[in-house]
Every structure is written in structure tokens, then in C-alpha cells.
């Protein structure tokens, strides 16, 4: 892949959601398709009530569209471009299932928890099987696991769709977070010379690039569920067929630190009755602790900079 064909790439999912988005924006204010803010988060979230949500469809589109034209052109549509835009779009139509309940029933509450767990686990499920039939190693390095592995990838995959989705709380967060974690898989995909996992990187990134520009404080649109758990899943996706499954804890850091401060909260509240933090996800503590959401934002942006960065040279090295 040439330095024409990424430019192109990037190009072209940045155009598609920068340009539709403003329409995107103003349909859903006319049809009063907004955002339902939690009681129990920060009282000053209530002023983001009614921001129209669900703009992950766009950048999905966006990804989707150009991944298609491109991988056409350079002959990249394969089983692994395929298995990746499965998880994209089947994680995508899950969360605005999911938005779609909150925004029509007007609560912030959408699926029942297992409902959406079991939707995850079926759309991994159907990944894993195509990951097996088309021979893509069931192990870590060497070692061949089989169905345990199997269990990993569906764990894998369920786990880090609802990571970011959690980490979904701030105005730009995710957007940021996750441009750096595909920048670091598409320099992985690259050096590997896994162009297909390196085009579906550059349209994500495109969409992400041109979706901050409506997401960041004061956000004017949110990217939902949709958005949040498409991008989770296809990280543990890119992660999984560019077997560097264990590098997502790091490039990931940030989600994962997100998910286990509500899991310490739990912990510590149910069996001690106190609370570790002010409230989580973490990225609420900063808040109530006075941080604005721009310095949340730029300081976990970097933090996932740096983590990212230095897991890319370390498997670089190792290469």
C-alpha cells in the first residue's frame, strides 16, 4: 500500500462523515432524537441533554463506504476485510438497537444487561467461527488452543465493546483515545504487511478525525452506543488477526482502567460499603474532583499516547 492509496483512504472517510455530518446533526434535532442524561452522573451533565446521539452511524458509513471502494481498487477485499467489517457493522446495529430504545422510550437506560451481553457474545461467536474456517491461528505464538482460544477471542471482543463503551462519558474522549489506538495497529498492520488490517485502521481513523470535529467540547453530537461499541470491538478484532492480542491492555489502557474502577467500586461497596472513588467510570472522579473535561481529555489522551507508543516499539523490536 502506497503513501497515495493511505492518503486516499483517510481522505475519503474524513470527507464522507465531515460533510453529511451537519445534515446527520440537524435531522436529529428535528426530530428531537437526543440524548438521555444519567440522574446519578454530574449535574452539570444535564446541560448536554438532547444532544443528538447515535452519530457513530456516520463514521461507521464512512469506514464502511470507503473500505469497500478502495479495497476494490487495491484488491483487498478479502475473508479478513470481510470478517472486520462484520464486527464494525454487527457491533454498530447492537448499540443503536441499544440507542435507539434510550432515545424512543426517553431513558438512559436501553437494553437489559443481558440482552446486550447476549447479542455480543452471538456477534463474537459468529466472528470466532469465520476467525477458525479460515485457518487464522487459535493460539497464542506457538501454541494452539483450540476452543479455549475460541473462548478468549469471544471474551476478548465482548470485554473491550463494553470497555469503550464505558469509557464513552466525555466529550471527545473515545474520539481521541481511539484515533491513537489504531494509529498504533495500523503501524503494527503495516510492518506485518497486513494491508487489509492497515486499510480498515486508515478508515476508522479518517471517520474518527472528522467526527472529533463535531464530538469535542462543547459537543454537538455524541457517537452513542453505536459508535462505542463498534469501535471496542473492532480493536479486539484488529488486535486478534495482527496477533498482538495482549498489546490491546496497553494501546487500550485507558478503557482498561476505566473498566476496573467500576469493577473496584462494586467490589469495595458491596463488601465494604465505602466507595474508592468519588464515581465512576473514573473519568467522573476527575470531574467531581474539579478537573475540567478538556484536561481529562488531553491528560488521558497522552497517557494513551505514551502506552500506545511504547508498545509499538517493543513489539517493533521484537519483530
Not at 477485499?77 to 432515545?103: E, P, Q, R
Not at 506457538?142 to 463494553?162: A, C, D, E, H, P
Amino acid at each position: 500500500m502506497n503513501l497515495v492509496t493511505m492518503v486516499l483512504t483517510i481522505l475519503s472517510a474524513f470527507l464522507i462523515t465531515y460533510l453529511i455530518m451537519p445534515w446527520l446533526i440537524k435531522y436529529f434535532r428535528a426530530h428531537k432524537e437526543g440524548q438521555q442524561i444519567r440522574k446519578e452522573g454530574p449535574t452539570w451533565h444535564a446541560k448536554k441533554a438532547g444532544t443528538p446521539t447515535m452519530g457513530g452511524i456516520l463514521f461507521i458509513f464512512a469506514a464502511l463506504v470507503t473500505i469497500l471502494w478502495v479495497g476494490g481498487w487495491q484488491s483487498l477485499l478479502n475473508n479478513t476485510t470481510w470478517a472486520l467489517l462484520f464486527t464494525m457493522v454487527v457491533y454498530g446495529l447492537i448499540g443503536m438497537w441499544d440507542d435507539s430504545i434510550k432515545i424512543f422510550e426517553h431513558q438512559n437506560e436501553g437494553f437489559k444487561p443481558w440482552q446486550k451481553a447476549l447479542c455480543q457474545v452471538i456477534a463474537a461467536c459468529v466472528f470466532t467461527v469465520i476467525y477458525q474456517h479460515e485457518g487464522f491461528q487459535m493460539g497464542f505464538g506457538t501454541t494452539q488452543l483450540g476452543w479455549i482460544y475460541g473462548l478468549f477471542i469471544i471474551f476478548w471482543m465482548v470485554g473491550f465493546s463494553n470497555a469503550v463503551n464505558l469509557t464513552d462519558g466525555l466529550d471527545g474522549l473515545v474520539d481521541g483515545c481511539a484515533i491513537i489506538s489504531f494509529i498504533a495497529y495500523l503501524i503494527i498492520a503495516l510492518v506485518q504487511r497486513q494491508l487489509e488490517v492497515a486499510l480498515f485502521c486508515l478508515a476508522i481513523i479518517g471517520g474518527l478525525l472528522a467526527f472529533f470535529r463535531y464530538n469535542h467540547k462543547p459537543a454537538q453530537i455524541f457517537m452513542g452506543d453505536m459508535g462505542s461499541l463498534s469501535l471496542g470491538a473492532s480493536l479486539a478484532a484488529v488486535a486478534l488477526l495482527l496477533h498482538h492480542e495482549w498489546s490491546l491492555l496497553f494501546i487500550g489502557i485507558i478503557y482498561v482502567i476505566e473498566t476496573a474502577s467500576v469493577m473496584l467500586q462494586v467490589l469495595s461497596f458491596k463488601t465494604t460499603g465505602k466507595r474508592i472513588f468519588k464515581m465512576t467510570p473514573i473519568h467522573h472522579h476527575f470531574e467531581m474532583s474539579g478537573w475540567s473535561e478538556w484536561r481529562i481529555d488531553i491528560t488521558f489522551w497522552l497517557v494513551t499516547a505514551v502506552s500506545s507508543a511504547l508498545t509499538v516499539i517493543f513489539i517493533l523490536m521484537r519483530n
